[in-house]
């Protein structure tokens, strides 16, 4: 019998952004279809979420959107390395994911992806330099019925 490492309750699985931007990119990379025919990611209502209400509500947003990925094996290596969160075993390597952002108005424009502004883990320092992979997650990075995108996108999001 092959042994679950899921912890199945969701604590900490959360990813860094610049993680969730190579999967997003790795889920594109693998679509034979013409681009814009397949599904890149799906925006929920907050009145749907209810396993994401509460950081929702935290951070004043309006949503949820859903962004498709897919697993390599060095993706897979990249989050098993980190101090928290449930690992991932090597079997998920090209399989398709999902990773859910919150969205909120910002600068007048709804259902925005939200990032916070802090540097942190997985994201650039104010002068260039990566944080260790070892850092504690962002209350904003990403979590592992809709309007889907191609038809209603953030095309200014970083995963985009």
């Known amino acids: 019998m092959t042994e ?15 993680i969730a931007k190579k999967m997003t990119a790795a889920f594109r990379e693998s679509q034979t279809t013409d681009k814009g025919t397949y599904t890149k990611a799906a925006w929920f209502p907050a009145k749907q979420i209810t396993q ?28 098993n390395k980190l101090d928290y969160g449930d690992k991932i075993p090597d079997s998920y390597v090209n399989m398709d994911t999902i990773m859910f952002v919150v969205t909120k108005i910002i600068n007048g424009v709804p259902k925005t992806d939200y990032f916070t502004d802090k540097v942190g883990h997985g994201h650039e320092h104010r002068h260039g330099h990566h944080h260790p992979i070892c850092d504690p997650p962002l209350p904003t990075d990403p979590d592992n019925r809709s309007e889907l995108c191609p038809t209603i996108c953030d095309e200014n999001s970083p995963l985009m």
């Open 4 to 18: 679950n490492p899921l912890k199945r309750d969701g604590t900490d699985n959360t990813i860094p952004l610049d």
């Open 52 to 79: 994401l209400a509460e950081k929702v509500k935290s951070f004043d947003g309006d949503g949820v959107r859903v962004y498709f990925g897919r697993y390599t094996q060095e993706i897979i290596d990249a989050i």
